[in-house]
């Protein structure tokens, strides 16, 4: 079975300053799709960023990008110029096909004014 | 286009009481799925539907939970009898193909206290 493991369970920084939250997976597969989700307190959960395991690329979506590192089954983000907005719980996730998503515990990120 | 709807926001029930939660998918959706969250630690699934069948539902405690998608479109959760440990934000998703990558999407929850 596959686990997920963030080992962050809180992190606050200032605004527009850059944060990065750690996020450690495992399985046997060698296809996957690994995801980070934003939860804010209205408990909505919004997808921020999506990386196919095939794809030696890190992603990026805009002010949001990854560190894919499959061989260490690693998988980070990075949040640069961070704003209030960004201020949620982030879910990292494992996904293989078209199956269930495999959710981390979280961390809790406040960005401070 | 229309998100993921769920009813009722909040739930608080006595313990050994029965609740039910409903969820409409987006237009189209083939997939649902349902999640339970304990405050605390991230989502996790308790069944998945496609279409009106079930796909996966290894993690739902049969002997209190049930679920149904009985045409295919909108879905209720039952919990009957409800205990303390039962307290979380129930989630729903769905997407559009179960059979191939597509994106989830989620529905604002529903927060349930058992007292």
């Known amino acids: 079975a596959q686990t997920v493991t963030q080992s962050q369970p809180e992190m606050s920084v200032q605004e527009a300053e850059t944060v990065t939250l750690s996020c450690t997976y495992d399985?046997?597969?060698?296809?996957?799709?690994l995801f980070w989700y934003k939860q804010p307190p209205s408990r909505q959960m919004i997808l921020v960023i999506r990386?196919?395991?095939?794809?030696?690329q890190n992603a990026t979506e805009n002010r949001f990008s990854v560190n894919f590192q499959k061989a260490a089954k690693s998988f980070s983000l990075k949040i640069s110029d961070s704003q209030l907005g960004d201020t949620a719980m982030y879910f990292c996730a494992f996904m293989k096909g078209a199956q269930k998503l495999v959710f981390g515990q979280g961390t809790r990120l406040t960005i401070n004014p | 286009e229309a998100g993921v709807a769920q009813s009722p926001r909040y739930k608080i029930i006595e313990k050994r009481q029965s609740v039910a939660f409903w969820c409409n998918p987006i237009?189209?959706?083939?997939?649902l799925y349902w999640y339970q969250q304990i405050l605390g630690q991230g989502p996790k699934l308790l069944i998945q539907f496609q279409n009106n069948g079930v796909v996966d539902d290894s993690q739902l405690p049969k002997d209190r939970f049930s679920a149904e998608r009985l045409k295919g479109v909108d879905s209720t959760l039952k919990i009957q009898p409800a205990k303390l440990e039962d307290s979380a934000v129930y989630l729903c998703?769905?997407?559009?193909?179960?059979?191939?990558?597509?994106?989830?999407?989620f529905g604002p929850g529903t927060r349930l206290t058992v007292l």
């Open positions: 237009s189209g959706h083939a997939t």
């Open positions: 399985t046997s597969e060698n296809n996957y799709y």
């Open positions: 998703a769905s997407s559009s193909d179960s059979w191939a990558y597509n994106e989830q999407f």
């Open positions: 990386q196919e395991a095939y794809k030696q």
